[in-house]
């Protein structure tokens, strides 16, 4: 994608200033690769974070591939967020059995997007990671995600959350972990918000709607969609 292509207009409001330039030299690398649709999203989320000063860590549910965390460590990188750690929670089997609700709609198979732990760690590599700030945690998410790891991770709240579950029973489990992170104004993006016809019924969309009828001081605000089927949410809690 051309320079010309990429939506980067909101970096022309940074000055030649000394206190940017090393800001700078990290868009200018940006903008000469080319940024696609996901990778302007980060960079705008990851904005935000940082213009509201969120302190809080990255958590990605679904790390197929490696490009969505590897994206999220460039758009930190960019906003010069130093101290944010990258979590990545997979089964790193692919998909587990579809069945219950998340049969109704034939589009997802056990067993798909499969990628080993050993391969994701190649792939941040190779998309110039640093994996010192990155822990994984493998295993299927109704086992894994329980108190006793909260207990053991270093996370206090998240600033930036990727739910890439595409199911629901993927997703409620994930939501039901991180609602002690949220924070006010924690971004969470939804990969497969649209997913099954985009049924209020099925997929991301059921477990969101029934996890805000559990948690009433959670509420969330509409943000930027993404791609054909994403959309992100800006949350609010109460204190």
Same mark, same amino acid.
């Given at each position: ?21 090393? /800001? ?12 696609? %649709? ?8 990851? %904005? ?9 860590? #990255? ?7 490696? $490009?969505?965390?590897?994206?999220? #460590? ?12 990258? #979590? ?16 109704? #709609? ?74 002690? $992170?949220?924070?006010?104004g924690t971004v969470?993006?939804f990969d497969d ?30 943000? /930027? ?15």
């Amino acid at each position: 994608m051309s320079e010309a292509m990429a939506p980067l207009g909101f970096f022309d409001r940074f000055t030649n200033d000394d206190k940017f330039s090393t /800001l700078r030299c990290i868009i200018d690398n940006i903008k000469r690769l080319g940024v696609d %649709e996901f990778g302007s999203i980060m960079l705008k989320v990851f %904005e935000y974070a940082s213009e509201m000063k969120l302190k809080g860590d #990255y958590l990605e549910f679904g790390c197929f591939g490696g $490009y969505t965390m590897t994206w999220a #460590y460039k758009a930190a990188k960019a906003f010069g967020m130093k101290d944010i750690k990258f #979590y990545g929670f997979d089964s790193f089997e692919g998909l587990p059995e579809i069945k219950g609700v998340d049969a109704e #709609y034939p589009e997802f198979k056990g067993g798909e997007f499969c990628s080993t732990e050993k391969q994701f760690y190649k792939d941040l590599k190779r998309g110039g990671v640093d994996i010192s700030r990155v822990v994984t945690i493998p295993g299927w998410y109704d086992g894994t995600l329980s108190d006793e790891l909260s207990e053991r991770l270093a996370v206090k709240e998240a600033a930036v959350i990727l739910v890439d579950c595409d199911l629901y029973c993927s997703t409620v489990p994930v939501l039901e972990f991180i609602t002690k $992170y949220i924070a006010d104004g924690t971004v969470i993006l939804f990969d497969d918000w649209n997913c099954f016809r985009s049924s209020p019924e099925h997929g991301e969309q059921r477990a969101v709607r029934e996890w805000l009828e559990r948690y009433k001081d959670i509420t969330m605000t509409k943000y /930027l969609p993404f791609e054909a089927f994403g959309q992100s949410f800006i949350a609010h809690r109460k204190s």
